[in-house]
């Protein structure tokens, strides 16, 4: 997409009748990805607590980024971690995995979690999870950051990724942050905790702004402190099939995956500590699913 453009978010019900309501920007149908980002919802800041039992995934990682609360993550590997703020989870479906994600103490959640959808090369292959207690920090005049995945300003994630991808936290202080970006990369900016002005352009709690490729920097404006998520990446162009909690390729690898899930198949292990509950996916559309293309309207 050459074009800026503005993504209001929509509420999503996540995890059943104990769960919470997430606000979802990405994807959207102007606008399936951002560099390989294809999925992104917006918890909290919220009262209400994380049950989110075990479920599959296949052909992605998850990324789990609490600024609240924290969250005990169980997998199909032998994981058992809880999560704290300022630390990722970085979870590598590969071909599948499961996994469950619980709310671990009684403090306000807030947070982000994001999908990053895997290339050919790798979303066949094995399942890999890394908890990263300990990120870069960036400290300058008007704004700090902590690097999630990839580089900014100098400053790399440790974080296994496999396509050009960058995600930070940006604690914005009043005033005008200048932060430097890749020109080839597209971008976007969620507003997590305040109106912010992004390049000149107005954007409400909760809107996402991509960012098309080609600047130098982006210039964020706040009127007192802020924080605001960075994601970017190189525009990605392999088709995206997704449904549920599964990417693939094409609607057959999907229904494969759905139906191993639902017949408990090794494919996506067992995550222990839930007598043996799961989320059950929801039947297939009556429709075949097709990949997500970038519409200009
Ligand atoms: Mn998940």
Known sequence: MNEDRRIEPRAVPLGGVRGITVHRTLPHRALPTVGAWCFLDHFGPTAERMTVLPHPHTGLQTVTWPLSGQIRHRDSLGNDVVLRPGELNLMT?????????????????????????????????????????DLPRLERDTWSATVMVGDLDGEASPARTYTPLMGAQLDLRSGTANVPVRDDFEHAVLAMDGPLTVDGQELATRELLYL????????????????????????????????????????????????EWEAGSARFGHVDGHGGQVIPAPPMPGVRLTPRRRREQ
């Not at 088709?239 to 999907?254: A, C, K, Q, S, Y």
């Open 212 to 259: 098309a490729p080609g600047r130098e920097q982006v210039v964020i404006a706040t009127h007192g402190a802020s924080t605001a998520l960075l994601i970017g990446g190189e525009p990605y162009t392999e088709p995206l099939v997704m449904w549920w909690n599964f990417i693939g390729r094409t609607h057959d690898e999907v229904a494969v995956a759905r139906s």
């Open 93 to 133: 479906s590969g071909d599948g995995v499961s996994h469950s994600e619980i709310s671990a103490d009684d403090v306000s959640m807030h947070g982000v979690q994001l999908w990053v959808a895997l290339p050919d090369s790798r979303r066949g292959g094995p399942a890999d999870f890394e908890h990263l207690p």
